[in-house]
């Protein structure tokens, strides 16, 4: 299969250039994880989304959503797929003023390019971003449109040969990777970064979180200084589309591959591999 | 008339969902006034738009761009209009990084609302933003498609019933308004804040720079704090839509009309209102 759209609610391949997306970033997004026909956490997603979009106004109707993707998913069979949705707030009208409350919708389904079982195994080796992640409380957590940061980041680890990369804020601290959140293991305790001034709240950092509750790993979320990192014994990164991933070398420090990581792989294996 | 599109080169009113644009915001724009079929500083306006890909890795070829608006222009006769240049890093390809170097260009012109010759000569009254701007030096200065702040302060704006508003960065600083920059006499200087860290450099604002060199005034770029406001004589704000707009009113602090703003204005006023 290729790709199939639908913009508030009618297939299409494009979009008015009137758009505030287009326009301004101004809108929000979740990519999902369809395997075998069903799409993983789609109520997370929705949930999250409209969450995100009650905090910047953004009119959100995740029933008519799940419509959407209901109809594109009942032509997929039992295939692998990536669901993107995009919500923007309407069409431009003069300005940066939101003026009247609407919103358009972009539901879309691809092809999936598989995720890396041999990352998930063996691991990954990051670096480390110049990009340094601007602190923005307002916008922090969300899954917004704004993302030229990410692109910045992501441009250098491409250029640099890196698969992923691990990204600072701007006063060093450790926030997530270009498109990936990030855990620690740190002396017996599951480490992961807080995003309240900078970052993206992912749903499998969510996940992962009330996984580890459920298994009653000592958990820690907030600040984390390099520091951590160097005296980590495990570091993973996650999303909702690849699972969670071992680090096992962020630039010249190597990592272990550790039983922390191997026990949250093991609870969220069969959404990515049965 | 209404508004005529060209997306690289064809007229369409449209764009590719995949187009990085409404994606991730990943591209820049101009927003540039049409008085009398002529485009208002469009060197200057193509020159920083070339300035600023170069700083993000966008390819950017500004005589087929230039080609662009005359194609447009030619069939406006001799009205006002409003001319908007976006390049976007052409169409996604997987996630963030922007592999191949290309670009989608969208030329637009549509019908104009007059700038307000009320504001130009009587002055405007404006609010003071809660919406800081984070400080992002790798993208300061840029006219980027990442607005969710201006969105964000706008909207604050808009529900107070402010035509437009000041904003500071997260440490409190003066940087700009929503949607032009903004200048004060203090102390028989002009001021201008920096924008090294964040904060849009608008072509206007770099018209009275060099304008108030030329005129021999005292001139200071730099830091400018809450206190320099409270002591500025004369504060007033500017693009290249509308021109220099006297401040009389920022939230309940009075200011008056003056000579330095007046002088400028005079310097410019025939691009406006010939």
């Known amino acids: 299969m290729t790709s199939a759209s639908l913009v508030n609610g009618r297939f299409a391949n494009n979009i008015s250039l009137d758009n505030r997306g287009l326009a301004y970033g101004d809108g929000l997004f979740e990519?999902?994880?369809?395997r075998k026909g069903?799409?993983?956490?789609?109520?997370?997603?929705?949930?999250?989304?409209?969450?995100d979009a009650r905090r910047l106004r953004i009119p959100c109707d995740t029933d008519v959503l799940a419509g959407d993707c209901s109809r594109l998913l009942a032509n997929l069979g039992a295939?692998?797929?990536?669901?993107?949705?995009?919500?923007?707030?309407?069409?431009?009208?003069?300005?940066?003023?939101p003026?009247?409350?609407?919103?358009?919708?972009?539901?879309?389904?691809?092809s999936v390019v598989p995720a890396s079982l041999r990352y998930w195994q063996q691991g990954v080796a990051l670096g480390l971003c110049?990009?340094?992640?601007?602190?923005?409380?307002?916008?922090?957590?969300?899954?917004?449109?704004?993302?030229?940061?990410?692109?910045?980041?992501?441009?250098?680890?491409?250029?640099?040969?890196?698969?992923?990369?691990?990204?600072?804020?701007?006063?060093?601290?450790?926030?997530?990777a270009t498109r990936s959140n990030v855990f620690m293991a740190v002396a017996g305790s599951l480490v992961s970064p807080s995003l309240n001034d900078c970052g993206v709240?992912?749903?499998?950092?969510?996940q992962i979180l009330a996984a580890a509750e459920r298994l009653g790993l000592r958990l820690k979320v907030g600040v984390v200084e390099m520091s951590a990192l160097r005296n980590a014994d495990e570091v993973f990164i996650c999303n909702s589309v690849i699972g969670i991933w071992p680090v096992i070398k962020i630039e010249c420090m190597h990592k272990a591959i550790g039983p922390m990581c191997r026990q949250l792989q093991r609870?969220?294996?069969?959404?990515?591999?049965?």
Chains 1, 2 share one sequence.
């Open 267 to 274: 609870e969220f294996e069969s959404h990515f591999y049965a």
């Open 99 to 110: 003026l009247a409350a609407a919103s358009d919708r972009i539901v879309s389904l691809s």
């Open 38 to 51: 069903s799409a993983l956490w789609l109520d997370e997603h929705l949930q999250r989304l409209a969450q």
């Open 79 to 97: 295939n692998d797929a990536i669901l993107k949705i995009v919500l923007t707030r309407g069409t431009v009208s003069r300005g940066y003023s």
């Open 130 to 176: 110049q990009t340094r992640l601007a602190r923005q409380p307002q916008l922090a957590g969300i899954k917004h449109l704004n993302r030229l940061e990410q692109v910045l980041a992501a441009g250098e680890m491409q250029r640099r040969g890196f698969d992923e990369g691990l990204v600072l804020d701007e006063t060093g601290k450790i926030i997530e």
């Open 31 to 34: 990519t999902i994880l369809v």
């Open 201 to 206: 709240n992912g749903i499998m950092r969510q």
